[in-house]
């Protein structure tokens, strides 16, 4: 099992800046690939950026250009930096390990779907007002 543990989020105005963290409890070959997902209340969750532990990114078009995300193997920690936030990026923001091995290619458009990760953390709440 790997535990996923998620912080930082919080409330922002518009353009506004947060940083979300994601530590796992151990590294295994199930924690080769990091994501994060978003959900907005009424919405489908959503994949935001996925990273591998080779550094690889992928990110959903929505979020390009404006949110970073990044890892430390050695800290089993997984950044997603969010800058110029929009009132659209309101949403629960999950943490989310898996092992599929190509799953930051950027051929796929963003990240993979949500049945090939493994393990997720509770979340955490991101607000932005205007």
């Known amino acids: 099992q790997v535990q996923l543990v998620e912080s930082g989020g919080g409330s922002v105005q518009s353009g506004g800046s947060l940083r979300l963290s994601c530590i796992a409890s151990r590294s295994t070959h199930d924690t080769y690939c990091m994501s994060w997902f978003r959900q907005a209340p009424g919405k489908e969750r959503e994949g935001v950026a996925s990273?591998?532990?080779?550094?690889?990114?992928v990110y959903a078009d929505s979020v390009k250009g404006r949110f970073t995300i990044s890892r430390d193997n050695a800290k089993n920690t997984v950044w997603l930096q969010m800058n110029n936030l929009k009132q659209e990026d309101t949403a629960l923001y999950s943490c989310?390990?898996?092992?599929?091995?190509?799953?930051?290619?950027?051929?796929?458009?963003?990240?993979?779907?949500?049945?090939?990760?493994?393990?997720w953390g509770q979340g955490t709440q991101v607000n932005v007002s205007s």
């Open positions: 990273v591998d532990s080779d550094g690889r990114t």
């Open positions: 989310a390990a898996g092992g599929h091995r190509d799953c930051a290619n950027t051929g796929w458009g963003g990240p993979l779907p949500q049945y090939e990760y493994r393990f």
